[in-house]
């Protein structure tokens, strides 16, 4: 699973850990990785790491030789890998344009490819996507990240249908206001405003527990009193 070293992703990695599945840990900060890993395997789970930068080809690949020799198989990938920002539209500059997309979207492709290339042999497998509420309604200054959501979006639904001669199924998650370092200010917030990323792992692992011939194809959790229903 990728983005494991914090926030949603590392909790994804504890509750799937937790449900007795071996997880392989992505992301840049090796250190972090290693320290989750030895927090799961002391709580009798099975990880591996695997230090990769999700926007590198090279890296993506290797990390999925890594979960075959490792693993000789492949029954989950969860995209988590992502990083915010709320620059004005007309002060973005193209780098951090394309610094986003390489980051929420480009990695997101690549590492369903390779997924792909291990599961339809197999006959099986599910990829769970982590977007965000933004895909369903945006805030301001986020037209970046709102955009690279509302593509994953499009991008899981393509999977699905790419998949599913092959058993393969695809989900997309929408979390709303979460508490993780990507949004720090969050922690201050009382518990009808903000998640614990723990939360947003139940749901996943929830998905990972279906049957092979049941998919939840898409899932917005958000705390009871984030202003995203109701009219004015």
Not at 155 to 166: E, I, K, V, W
Request: aromatic share 4%; charged share 20%; with cysteine.
């Amino acid at each position: 699973m990728t983005g494991a070293s914090s926030g949603i992703g590392e909790a994804i990695a504890q509750a799937l850990a937790a449900e007795g599945m071996a997880v392989l840990l992505a992301a840049r900060r090796k250190d972090r990785l290693e320290q989750l890993a030895a927090k799961i395997e002391a709580a009798g789970g099975r990880a591996r790491v695997c230090q990769t930068d999700v926007t590198n080809e090279d890296d993506v690949i290797c990390l999925f030789h890594a979960a075959n020799n490792e693993f000789a198989r492949l029954d989950l990938l969860v995209n988590c890998a992502g990083i915010a920002d709320a620059t004005p539209t007309d002060e973005l500059s193209l780098a951090r344009w394309r610094e986003m997309v390489d980051v929420n979207l480009t990695s997101a492709f690549l590492c369903a490819r390779e997924a792909l290339r291990m599961m339809k042999p197999q006959k099986r497998g599910r990829i769970i996507n982590v977007a965000s509420i933004s895909a369903k309604m945006p805030r301001e200054n986020s037209i970046a990240y709102t955009s690279t959501k509302f593509a994953l979006e499009g991008m899981t639904r393509s999977l699905a249908l790419d998949g599913r001669p092959f058993g393969i199924t695809a989900s997309v998650i929408h979390p709303g206001a979460t508490v993780t370092e990507l949004v720090p200010h969050m922690a201050g917030r009382p518990a009808t405003d903000s998640m614990q990323a723990s939360e947003v792992a139940a749901v996943v692992a929830l998905i990972a527990a279906l049957p092979d011939e049941t998919n939840l194809l898409e899932a917005t959790i958000l705390p009871i009193g984030q202003p995203f229903l109701g009219r004015g």
